[in-house]
């Protein structure tokens, strides 16, 4: 491929509660407040908001970001996804070094993408695009931060621009089967709107204390079920330019994955037929030095967890420990370790 991935830049999931969520990134997790974007990516009259994203750094990386998506319409594609697949992870968004080339290579090859064009923003060129899920078990947006007099704002993290998010949005239309969004959104009926315009001001007003009691160390990697395991990997390496650390565990089907310049973080694919129903299962493993003490602070703030055995996987651990997924909003996992020095030989 003529293009590189640099890293992982950001991943979005979907709830239905952004705000509580939110909070309990911030109190429980360590994630770090930026900011809260409105948006009307055009199922909400002039004025009103169709969509709401919270964007949140990373605990003890704030150089890549969470973002937080709400629907806030009946007619919103994110409310019309959550409908048709539940809260969970949408997609991971992946920094290249050149945007223009990856969208080209990648229309040469026939790679279904949601969009004929590139999301552009021509004042910090910030561009972005999304392919489509069926390659590696969620979508996968490719993300170039910058390329003009602009492009130190455009490569801060968590920056997106409104027009940005508005437009991927509306490139997700067709992908769920549903018929582009009307151009005169004033004749939509109120009915259709899940929020009342009085109660923006309990998004926009947003002040919680950053207590972080379970003192995570970092996010370590992101656990995706693919329907076809050999060419997910494939894809992943040949088009995405992961490598391979381990061989597959026969008896999970699963592989483990890394970037050449973003080697801490991982890609795992597990192979499962029914993946394509149900993408929001993938899940999140987070590192903390202490898990004795980790448990003990779940207990005592209420939180449900489950611990999970995970002496078959390719990670080489003990146990993990699954929290309660309503709190978090998509499958969260708390580990000692990440992938042993010994799986650390490239496949």
């Known amino acids: ?17 952004a705000k509580a969520v939110c909070q309990f990134h911030i109190q429980a997790l360590g994630f770090k407040y930026l900011r809260l974007q409105m948006i009307n990516a055009g199922s ?11 964007i949140l750094t990373w605990p ?6 969470l973002v937080i998506t709400e629907g806030l319409t009946q007619e919103s594609i994110f409310q019309r996804y959550l409908n048709q697949y539940g809260q969970g992870i949408h997609h991971i968004a992946i920094q290249v070094d050149d945007i223009e080339k990856a969208f080209e290579d990648m229309q040469k090859q026939h790679i279904q993408l949601t969009s004929d064009e590139l999301i552009r923003d021509p004042l910090t060129g910030l561009k972005q695009c999304f392919i489509d899920r069926s390659y590696l078990g969620v979508f996968v947006e490719l993300i170039e931060r910058g390329n003009s007099v ?20 509306v490139t997700m239309h067709d992908y769920l089967r549903d018929k582009r969004l009307k151009d005169h959104a004033d004749s939509l009926n109120s009915s259709q709107e899940l929020i009342q315009e009085t109660s923006l001001k309990n998004y926009e007003d947003f002040h919680i204390t950053e207590t972080d ?8 990697c992101f656990y995706i079920f693919s329907k076809a395991l050999n060419n997910s990997v494939e894809f992943a390496k040949n088009i995405l330019g992961f490598q391979k650390l381990v061989q597959e ?4 089907r699963e592989v483990i994955l890394t970037l050449t310049k973003d080697p801490e973080h991982y890609l795992v ?28 602070q779940l207990q005592a703030h209420n939180i449900d967890f489950t611990p999970v055995d995970m002496k078959q996987s390719a990670f080489g651990l003990e146990s993990a420990l699954a929290l309660n997924e309503k709190a978090v909003g998509y499958p969260f996992y708390l580990m000692k370790n990440s992938v042993t020095q010994e799986s650390k030989r490239h496949g």
């Open 150 to 169: 602009f492009q130190s704002e455009a490569q801060k993290p968590g920056f997106f621009t409104k027009d940005n998010m508005s437009g991927l949005a």
């Open 60 to 65: 003890n990386d704030p150089d890549r970001v």
């Open 1 to 17: 491929m003529n293009f590189q991935s640099l890293k992982i830049d950001h991943y979005t999931i979907i709830v239905p509660d």
């Open 249 to 252: 565990n026969q008896s999970k």
């Open 44 to 54: 909400a009259k002039p004025g009103k908001y169709d969509m709401l994203n919270y």
């Open 269 to 296: 694919l597990q192979e499962d037929q029914e993946a394509s129903l149900k993408p929001s299962l993938s899940r999140v493993f987070a590192e903390t030095n202490d898990p004795k003490e980790v448990q003990k």
């Open 213 to 220: 009691y379970l003192k995570l160390s970092t996010l370590r």
